[in-house]
């Protein structure tokens, strides 16, 4: 028998036969031999990998039967993947987990062959750049741009994402999804209540320790207290509230109009502007004019005498008004 090579880029993507299954399916080689319509075993023209059929492959050599082969072409690891991929999500009974695990694994894939297919179209200078619109978007997007392309919750997307990334999960967490002993939303909550350095020691007890974890940490979730809601106030409170904040700020403004309304009265129309830098000589007695910038040197001058002895004019003077007394 001639030796095939297993597709190791998606290993940890297939999703395996149950033992029962992986028993009826050898029990059936060993009745009846290889038997064409359960498939036969596909593997990549020229590279002698299994893209189709480990299973089968695997019963054949245990039991030393000759396995039907049929070689497909593939231009990439990752149309083969892509192949591999729909292949069993067309032929399998999947979970629901197990079924969004290969959704999302399926939608990746696409995703590479169609970055790749730009790439190579960017390089063509007399091919036009696909725009932006074009073609699947980039890895990486949203949980909820992703499950609505694939048409699936963006919830379940956004799980099956956490339980794989290696710095929050172990990757036996992500395995038992795929193996279909443990529900990804089960997964998602243990993730995220236990801090990955003590999920081994849990994960090593089976499945069932880490649903009752799971189990634990929606429990203290919800048994959170929610945020007190704010004392509704009444009409008076909220007047008084408003006051309080309001009046110094209407009162500012009403001291203003009064020294504008002055300035205007003693220089019959004249300029209105304040001295808005607010300095004082202290040696001429001059507030600095509006349309004089502040002198840059250090310490700060006058910018008509010189001098140093300068200070911050009382706010209640006003050179403008001043100057028609």
């Avoid at 036969?40 to 189709?52: P, R």
């Avoid at 999920?199 to 974890?213: C, F, L, R």
Wanted: glycine content about 6%; overall charge neutral; some cysteine.
């Amino acid at each position: 028998m001639k030796e095939y090579k297993p597709f190791t880029q998606i290993q940890d993507k297939l999703i395996p036969l149950s033992e029962e299954s992986y028993n009826e399916l050898k029990k059936s080689f060993l009745d009846n031999g290889f038997l064409r319509r359960k498939g036969l075993i596909e593997v990549w023209k020229g590279h002698d990998i299994i893209v189709d059929g480990h299973h089968r492959y695997a019963i054949c050599k245990e039991l030393g039967i000759e396995p039907e082969i049929e070689e497909v072409p593939f231009d990439s690891a990752d149309e083969a993947e892509l192949y591999a991929l729909k292949n069993q999500r067309n032929r399998r009974n999947l979970t629901e987990s197990q079924l969004i695990m290969v959704d999302v694994a399926i939608h990746d894939t696409e995703e590479r062959i169609a970055a790749g297919m730009r790439m190579r179209q960017g390089n063509n200078q007399y091919q036009k750049s696909p725009g932006p619109e074009s073609g699947p978007s980039p890895q990486g997007r949203s949980a909820e741009i992703i499950a609505k392309k694939i048409g699936k919750n963006k919830h379940d997307v956004h799980a099956i994402r956490t339980i794989q990334k290696p710095e929050k999960a172990v990757p036996e967490v992500a395995k038992l999804v795929r193996d279909g002993k443990l529900n990804h939303r089960r997964a998602y909550d243990f993730v995220q209540g236990v801090p990955k350095d003590k999920q081994a020691e849990i994960v090593a007890a089976g499945p069932e320790a880490i649903v009752e974890k799971a189990r634990e940490v929606e429990r203290a979730r919800r048994a959170k207290p929610k945020p007190e809601e704010p004392k509704p106030t009444t009409v008076a409170e909220d007047a008084k509230e408003y006051d309080r904040i309001h009046k110094p700020i209407n009162d500012k403004i009403k001291k203003d109009q009064e020294v504008f309304e002055q300035i205007k009265a003693a220089s019959g129309g004249g300029c209105l502007l304040p001295n808005i830098y607010g300095k004082w000589c202290d040696n001429c007695n001059w507030g600095f004019d509006v349309y004089t910038p502040l002198p840059k040197q250090e310490p700060l001058h006058c910018p008509y005498c010189q001098s140093e002895k300068v200070s911050k004019r009382n706010e209640d003077w006003n050179p403008r008004l001043e100057m028609y007394k």
